[in-house]
């Protein structure tokens, strides 16, 4: 199985600031790469995929970049709702694996 | 619009049974391959399996952890998707989430259901 490693497994960050999201695949998989949003409560929103693919509807605030094992999800000017916990998935191979999540809180 | 609409979770014995539903509308649904994904509570998303569609025999995927006990089954004519549990364990004790397939293999997961709690416990 391919595993997801994301980093960190939290940020703390003001309205306004730019965060960025690691994650690191174990093995290569090409850019079949996907981030996911989730609030408390409710279900992932898919934001990005195949790395650096922007989904319908989602703020281009939000971008993805890398290729092979290393991805980045880049939040920037962040705002009130973008506080929530992030999901790396790959996409590459079975099973479907996601990275463990990044919590974005209010600093 | 888009709905997908998770039902059928609740309270079941270890090595019990439960049926999970999903219906969906606002796409034709014979089109899509769907998955299940669940998630325990606080905790992060595990990707239980995948039904792809007619063109592709139905065939089916299912990680490790529920082969041989989970089935995935599809109706077209109802635009509906089960997950049928057997010989539950209290770590089946989850959210599950029905989700569309964008596209086809290598495609994420673009449309969710609201989740449905399973919770295995004597």
């Known amino acids: 199985d391919i595993q997801m490693t994301q980093s960190p497994s939290s940020v703390s960050a003001s309205v306004g600031d730019t965060v960025t999201i690691t994650c690191r695949a174990s093995q290569a998989i090409n850019n079949w790469l996907a981030w996911y949003q989730q609030k408390p409560g409710k279900a992932p929103k898919l934001l990005i995929y195949d790395a650096s693919s922007l989904q319908s509807g989602v703020p281009s605030r939000f971008s993805g970049s890398g290729s092979g094992t290393d991805f980045t999800l880049t939040i920037s000017s962040l705002q009130p709702e973008d506080f929530a916990t992030y999901y790396c998935q790959q996409a590459n191979s079975f099973p479907r694996t996601f990275g463990g999540g990044t919590k974005v809180e209010i600093k | 619009e888009v709905q997908l609409v998770d039902s059928g979770g609740g309270l079941v014995q270890p090595g019990g049974s439960l049926r999970l539903s999903c219906a969906v509308s606002g796409f034709t649904f014979s089109d899509y391959y769907m998955d299940w994904v669940r998630q325990v509570p606080g905790k992060g998303l595990e990707w239980v399996g995948r039904i792809r569609n007619k063109p592709n025999s139905y065939s089916t995927e299912y990680a490790a952890s529920v082969k041989g006990r989970f089935t995935i089954s599809r109706d077209d004519s109802e635009s509906s998707l089960y997950l049928q549990m057997n010989s539950l364990k209290t770590e089946d004790t989850a959210v599950y989430y029905c989700?569309?397939?964008?596209?086809?293999?290598?495609?994420?997961?673009?449309?969710w259901g609201q989740g449905a709690l399973v919770t295995v416990s004597s």
């Open positions: 989700a569309r397939v964008r596209g086809t293999y290598h495609s994420p997961f673009d449309y």
